[in-house]
């Protein structure tokens, strides 16, 4: 009875066996077949085999037969390359939202969506341990929840933490509530974009958003969240900080294009500004984030206006350079034996308002 139930089986463990065991740098022989399907109980004949192969193939299975002296056979990976889940693989080791764990078990399933030759070398890529990550487990599950949220037109309810030097979840505020619009992936952690009656249109990090739930009220809408624009929402706000909006006028170096394009679009206007530098204008939140982007340019950049914009940047400016007096200096340098030099900076901002 039990050689009969195996020979029910015959088809599947044969299925299982080609996506498991071959690919186009290693296809099995008949012979290989026939003794992994003996270790399984289910005896079979070559003629059978071919018979059964054919079927699978009939029903949809990417089998192909190569040739040389030795019938050998081989099933295609499935829709993604190798190269394709490679790049699936550094996504999900990139995303700082995901916990070690969790990435650890998207490796594995990744893995299982190809040949075990290809997993290990997939495996070998990929390094895991190491990596800034979320301690947030539910995260992935939140992501899910609030697409949902998003679906069915509800707010949500939720507490927000951040966490102390402890590593403790510190709670802020009790329960929060917000009307979900979108979800955005920014520099390898997920946020919600949501309109609150506090601040109005903001976002959360999704990893610190905990006990979400959906209140089943309809989400609020105002000329705000109408007029919300999500493709340029990421361009405005840097490193997903919020702060006041403004129109800011900047001047860059020539060789800073490339970097001006990939924050701003290919929609930047960037207007030549003699030989060696372009002017251009952004609308986007001052903080201080985007201040320190525009400080790692150093004297390549040039923050042209509003008035009050430029000031700020200067206050940000005299606060950092009132941490490092002379005498600290002094003292750091008595304790550094190389100097250090870093190229292409230079510490004079040019800061004043046209």
């Not at 917000?178 to 919600?192: F, K, M, Q, V």
């Not at 003292?331 to 800061?351: A, M």
Request: aromatic share 10%.
């Amino acid at each position: 009875m039990a050689k009969v139930e195996n020979q029910k089986l015959k088809l599947l463990v044969l299925k299982d066996y080609l996506e498991q065991n071959s690919d186009p740098e290693h296809p099995v022989t008949i012979r290989e077949m026939i003794a992994h399907l003996e270790q399984q109980g289910i005896h079979s004949e070559r003629k059978s085999l071919y018979r059964d192969i054919e079927l699978l193939m009939e029903h949809g299975c990417d089998i192909v037969a190569t040739r040389g002296k030795t019938a050998a056979y081989y099933m295609n990976p499935g829709p993604l390359d190798l190269a394709e889940l490679k790049l699936l693989a550094d996504a999900v080791l990139a995303s700082r939202f995901l916990t070690e764990k969790k990435s650890s078990e998207l490796l594995k399933k990744l893995g299982g969506l190809t040949s075990r030759y290809r997993a290990i070398e997939l495996r070998r890529s990929m390094v895991v341990a190491g990596r800034v990550k979320s301690m947030n487990e539910s995260v992935i599950y939140n992501v899910d929840f609030l697409h949902e949220a998003i679906r069915v037109n509800s707010q949500i309810e939720f507490r927000y933490f951040e966490l102390n030097r402890d590593k403790e979840r510190i709670y802020r505020r009790g329960v929060r509530r917000a009307s979900p619009y979108a979800l955005r992936w920014d520099d390898s952690n997920y946020y919600l974009i949501a309109h609150t009656p506090e601040y109005g249109i903001t976002h959360f990090r999704v990893d610190k958003m905990d006990s979400i739930q959906l209140t089943g009220e309809p989400r609020i809408q105002t000329e705000e969240t109408k007029q919300l624009d999500l493709a340029n929402y990421g361009k405005e706000v840097f490193g997903m900080y919020n702060g006041q909006k403004a129109q800011v006028r900047l001047r860059f170096a020539n060789r800073l294009a490339g970097v001006v394009i990939d924050r701003f679009g290919k929609e930047i206007m960037l207007i030549p500004d003699g030989d060696e530098h372009f002017i251009c204008t952004a609308e986007l939140m001052v903080s201080p984030v985007f201040f320190g982007w525009l400080a790692s340019f150093g004297a390549e950049v040039q923050l042209l206006s509003p008035a009050d914009v430029v000031e700020a940047f200067r206050d940000s400016i005299e606060e950092i350079h009132a941490l490092y007096t002379d005498d600290q200096c002094r003292n750091s340098s008595d304790e550094r034996k190389t100097p250090i030099k870093i190229e292409g900076f230079l510490p004079e901002f040019s800061v004043h308002p046209i």
